[in-house]
């Protein structure tokens, strides 16, 4: 899952993207509400975490334009101001949910993990194409019922496919779902993860196209 987060404390946003990190999710960060705003109409995350006191832009006008633009993104607002009103105001402008600093990380990462669950189970939990089904909830996969064994970028990739089947997917395309801005990545990173996708299965499964990107034929 791709999570947007817009903070301008930067100790606190690494802390918070180290965190997500390992637990799968993708995080991209902002310093500023109008680069927030701006991230959401050009690559929409699947959700945002919005701090209410930025230095440019007042948090909830940031909630606004974002609801504007996007009404069902979900949203998780953290913010310092605790008081009833401002939690009021952040839901009234459509905010999904709200955490008040100070908080645990693990009460975060357990609102993150329903989003996730809400929008695997909105976007097909479990599909299956030919002889391979992928289980997003239980993040597994199977070829005619037997396991496999994926790393969590294949795993993603995959799920990507498969959720676009009949669609070519750019490597650039891939590369911005699979990674964070500005993560090292290696030119041939897709590639390599396409590898070893296709030895575990079927032939054929993944199709490349030629200087394009990938793609898997919906049967
Ligand atoms: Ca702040």
Do not use: C
């Amino acid at each position: 899952m791709q999570v947007l987060l817009i903070e301008d404390d930067p100790s606190l946003a690494e802390g918070l993207k180290r965190s997500l990190n390992r637990e799968g999710f993708t995080v991209n960060h902002l310093l500023r509400g109008k680069d927030g705003v701006h991230a959401v109409s050009t690559s929409p995350p699947d959700i945002v975490i919005l701090d209410l006191g930025l230095p440019d832009m007042d948090g909830q006008d940031v909630l606004k334009t974002i609801r504007k633009q996007d009404a069902e993104l979900p949203v998780l607002i953290l913010t310092a101001r605790a008081s009833l009103e401002d939690k009021v105001a952040g839901l009234d402008n459509g905010a999904d949910d709200y955490l008040a600093k100070p908080f645990e990380i693990d009460e975060l990462l357990a609102r993150l993990r329903v989003f996730e669950r809400r929008l695997s189970s909105f976007k097909h939990a479990g599909m299956s194409i030919g002889q391979v089904t992928l289980d997003s909830k239980a993040q597994t996969v199977s070829v005619s019922g037997q396991a496999l064994e994926l790393s969590r970028r294949e795993f993603m990739l995959l799920k990507v496919l498969m959720e676009n089947a009949g669609r070519v997917q750019t490597r650039d395309s891939l590369e911005s779902k699979l990674y964070s801005w500005g993560e090292e990545i290696a030119s041939n990173a897709i590639e390599v993860h396409i590898h070893h996708l296709r030895k575990k299965l079927p032939d054929q499964f993944i199709k490349t196209v030629r200087g394009v990107g990938y793609t898997i034929k919906p049967v």
